[in-house]
């Protein structure tokens, strides 16, 4: 007998939620909701956002949320999901979809299903920050701590960023650039200074000037100082895991604006690359839509 009722998905990060929704076949339904990080939240605060934002007609984002009335499944793969904290977020959604059988797992899971499917491969998060994973073909069987863009997180967007402000502070970058920079940005030394070690959330601030280095990119400093962030990834992250003959697979927005660097970074390394996608989820909506045949969907 054909089970009946909605699956619901969520790829979640601290910023942004993306939610899909569907019963058997039919197309998803798209929902955009906040971030949900339980690092950051607790139970009550994360049930309060899913009742104003998931299931409310006034939520974020518009659509029709009739199909969430009977979601028997959810695959919630998220940030700040460890097995501290996955409880958290457990109970929040038991709470919101009592009838629903819940799986909540992390965010370098889900990514490792969306890029590789049911294949053995490697799977990276590069964005804001980076990650990380050896992937069997069902879960996770090897990974290198990231450390955050102080200790790690090479080739993330924090990282390049810190990488440029650096140079171009010290006097390291052509005059092209420099100027190029000066004149977008207007910025001093002791500003630049004062968002990096006295203002909250550092590493988005950072991260925020890869849209210049992108616009750069063509330059023989701001190309090297890519390549060599993204040399660094591979080798304090991948090397470890001592399988070069497996596709590397990659999502984020670092990794979709930076692609030919990271190819070329790859190359450098001994890697070989495989998929690069902006977003994973509507590849892990096509992963379980395809989990029931236990077919490789790629």
Request: charged share 20%; net charge negative; with cysteine.
């Amino acid at each position: 007998m054909k089970e009946t009722g909605t699956i619901l998905l969520a790829d979640s990060g601290s910023t942004k939620t993306s939610w899909r929704a569907w019963q058997g076949e039919e197309i998803p339904l798209c929902i955009e909701t906040a971030g949900i990080n339980p690092v950051l939240m607790d139970t009550e605060t994360i049930v309060g956002l899913l009742n104003g934002q998931l299931l409310s007609p006034s939520g974020a984002t518009d659509g029709d949320r009739s199909a969430l009335t009977d979601v028997r499944e959810i695959h919630f793969y998220g940030a700040g999901c460890l097995p501290s904290t996955i409880p958290t977020v457990e109970k929040a959604l038991a709470q919101t979809f009592p009838a629903a059988v819940i799986h909540v797992s992390s965010d370098l899971l889900g990514a490792a299903r969306a890029l590789c499917g049911h294949s053995e491969g490697i799977a990276c998060i590069l964005g804001t920050g980076s990650n990380s994973c050896l992937y069997d073909g069902r879960q996770i069987c090897a990974h290198t701590p990231p450390l955050g863009y102080i200790l790690g997180d090479e080739g993330s967007g924090a990282v390049l960023g810190r990488r440029l402000l650096g140079d171009l502070l010290k006097g390291l970058l052509p005059e092209a650039v420099s100027n190029a920079f000066a004149d977008r940005y207007h910025l001093t030394a002791g500003q630049i200074i004062e968002q990096v070690y006295r203002r909250p959330l550092p590493n988005r601030y950072l991260a925020g000037f890869t849209y210049f280095m992108a616009e750069h990119r063509r330059e023989a400093a701001i190309h090297r100082l890519l390549t060599e962030s993204f040399e660094a990834f591979f080798r304090r992250n991948l090397i470890a895991y001592a399988r070069p003959d497996l596709p590397v697979h990659m999502t984020g927005s670092i990794a979709h604006v930076f692609a030919d660097e990271i190819r070329e970074a790859a190359c450098a390394t001994g890697f070989t690359t495989g998929r690069i996608l902006p977003s994973p989820v509507e590849s892990m909506v096509a992963y379980h839509k395809g989990l029931s045949g236990h077919k490789n969907i790629y």
